[in-house]
């Protein structure tokens, strides 16, 4: 079983759709949370950082961990076609493991007009 | 503000050649990473470096060198490429913090 599993979709959404993309872990130490984000042929790019439980807002996403149950979501509201890319959660412990983030498979959302 | 830079963008490899992937990053980041993104297994770290002068593997480092020349550089080095090491090879840059890292654009490797 892989420490990091996150559905691969793909994932297709009207325009102005609520999104939900989630992930969900094992490993009990890890305890900061990422989302990035890849457009076709390109590197990932850094979406949202949130350390620990809680959640997060910046603009039209949300970021939420659940510790306790070992589980993330990111929601986007107000879908927008320009959304349209792969979703990877990454995550890692910290400490002496910093920097080492372990993955998910990514999610594939599809914006259309 | 370049970033992360890799070179090459492409490259197709014949069974056994080598060749060595280059990444350097202007960002003054201490640890500096290498991972391979193959279809439905998402980023797989092969090696990385906490910091200048030092090196370690990764879940996959199997058939792959590594050089940390300098704070900027990383390289990559394929010994003897072979069919399954064909991926997206990314390149990646993080503050001491390890906080998100800043990802090269890639490097598409086809092993023939």
């Known amino acids: 079983q892989k420490e990091v599993e996150q559905d691969p979709g793909p994932l297709s959404v009207p325009e102005g759709a609520i999104v939900s993309l989630n992930c969900t872990y094992s490993n009990s130490a890890f305890q900061y949370f990422m989302w990035y984000r890849q457009y076709s042929r390109k590197g990932p790019e850094l979406l949202m950082y949130t350390y620990s439980s809680g959640n997060k807002e910046d603009g039209r996403f949300t970021a939420q961990v659940d510790k306790s149950s070992k589980y993330i979501s990111l929601f986007i509201r107000d879908s927008q076609p320009s959304d349209s890319a792969t979703y990877l959660c990454?995550?890692?412990?910290?400490?002496?493991?910093?920097?080492?983030?372990?993955f998910g498979q990514g999610t594939i959302l599809t914006v259309h007009p | 503000n370049a970033g992360v830079t890799q070179t090459p963008k492409f490259q197709v490899l014949k069974t056994g050649q080598s060749m060595t992937l280059q990444c350097a990053q202007d960002?003054?980041?201490?640890?500096m990473y290498w991972y391979r993104q193959d279809p439905g297994m998402g980023l797989r770290l092969i090696y990385y470096?906490?910091?200048?002068?030092?090196?370690d593997k990764g879940e996959v480092p199997n058939g792959y060198n590594v050089s940390r020349l300098n704070k900027r550089e990383f390289s990559l080095r394929l010994e003897s490429a072979a069919p399954s090491q064909t991926s997206v090879y990314f390149c990646?840059?993080?503050?001491?913090?390890?906080?998100?890292?800043?990802f090269g654009s890639g490097t598409r490797l086809t092993v023939v």
């Open positions: 960002m003054n980041h201490n640890s």
């Open positions: 990454a995550m890692n412990a910290g400490g002496t493991s910093y920097g080492k983030l372990t």
């Open positions: 470096s906490a910091s200048e002068g030092t090196t």
């Open positions: 990646a840059s993080s503050p001491q913090t390890g906080t998100g890292y800043t």
